[in-house]
């Protein structure tokens, strides 16, 4: 994150500095997201078993359910943010939660655009794709700006956006329940390709042929390439510049606290 932000320019809102400089309070900050992230996996509208991975789909179907629960954990500490704001009195256990709310935004918006974009190969990286759409997402919102060569985020703008992009993935799930599974497949497909670039050469961007549309669902699966949607221009530079540094971290554990 420190060379990320360096790299783009970006001035970091000093409660994410603190991160920075603070291991303890970073992993009390994950485990605060990751907390409501896995038990999402099960709560929700949901049009399939919640435990996809016993389950052969094309990969974005994967990115959009890591990120509907990523979204999820930013949209429940907007909340709780918002709720112990308005209290008084708050017991300490109350005022821990007021304070890693509000870093467990940062946390979702930064390691999704900065590491979860351009780590691993390309290769059906559904967590990559959902860290490009998020990017893309805010960007084509208005919330985030790419603009002489300096990364800015309008922050007070940035809670509704993210909800927004969840609540389109809640939107998705809710529909699907009286979809067809293939269906499904298609319109997550569409959510995607609204806001991020299909690869020149998808045959899913220029439309299955019917053939495929009326057989098993392995011949959908089969058609999507690898790299179904490749990283942007900005992610391609950025990701040549953190590769050092990315690969700098492999094997690193925290310190015992």
Known sequence: MRAASEITKLDLPAEAARMLEDQSLTEKTFVMWDII????????????????????????????????????????????????????????????????????????????????????????????????????????????HWTDTKLAFDWDGVPDAVVALGDAIDELYWRSIDRPKTAHWLAAYDLVRSVLTPNPASVWARGLPDEILAGAPKGYTDQVLDDEFPLSMFFEALSKKMKPVIESTVGIRGTDL
């Open 37 to 144: 992230h896995d038990r999402t996996h099960m709560r929700g509208d949901l049009p399939f078993d919640p435990f996809m991975i016993k389950q052969r789909m094309p990969f974005f179907l994967y990115s959009l359910e890591e990120l509907r629960c990523d979204l999820t954990a930013f949209r429940e500490s907007v909340r709780i943010q918002k709720r112990l704001s308005a209290g008084d009195d708050l017991t300490d256990a109350e005022q821990e939660m007021l304070e890693h709310a509000g870093l467990v935004q940062y946390a979702v918006i930064f390691d999704r655009i900065f590491r979860f974009a351009i780590t691993g190969t390309r290769v059906r990286n559904y967590d990559g794709l959902g860290g490009q759409l998020l990017f893309a997402w805010l960007h084509q919102r208005g919330v985030l």
